[in-house]
Nanobody, 127 residues
Framework: QVQLVESGGGLVQAGGSMRLSCAAS????????MGWYRQNPGKQRELVAT???????NYADSVKGRFTISRDNAKNTVYLQMNTVKPEDTAVYYC?????????????????????WGQGTQVTVSS
């Protein structure tokens, strides 16, 4: 099976920077679109940014000009560079992959994993 493993969260001061990473682990062949979402208690999970396998990007209006999503296809990893962070950026950040192609079983057969989520990483911005 495959999973997404996030890293890089923590505490940062307002106006500072932080970088999140998310790697697809397991017998991964390729990953299609990947993205970052965030959620606060009692609120719906919201899109932060997405990036396709060809590196087309999309951002929430609230983070445009401050956050940058990127990916390394060779490492099956997506990054979120967060600059000029604000207290309202505080949330649990989740990584998502819409489709992961992976090798399954003992042969070289391949399967798809759909809509895979990471475990989440807390980002807290202090004012």
């Amino acid at each position: 099976q495959v999973q997404l493993v996030e890293s890089g969260g923590g505490l940062v001061q307002a106006g500072g920077s932080m970088r999140l990473s998310c790697a697809a682990s397991g017998r991964v062949a390729s990953v299609n679109a990947m993205g970052w979402y965030r959620q606060n208690p009692g609120k719906q999970r919201e899109l932060v940014a997405t990036i396709t396998s060809t590196r087309s990007t999309n951002y929430a209006d609230s983070v445009k000009g401050r956050f940058t999503i990127s990916r390394d296809n060779a490492k099956n990893t997506v990054y979120l560079q967060m600059n000029t962070v604000k207290p309202e950026d505080t949330a649990v950040y989740y990584c998502n992959a819409d489709r992961i192609l992976y090798y399954s079983g003992h042969s070289a057969s391949q399967s798809w994993a759909y809509n895979t989520w990471g475990q989440g990483t807390q980002v807290t911005v202090s004012s």
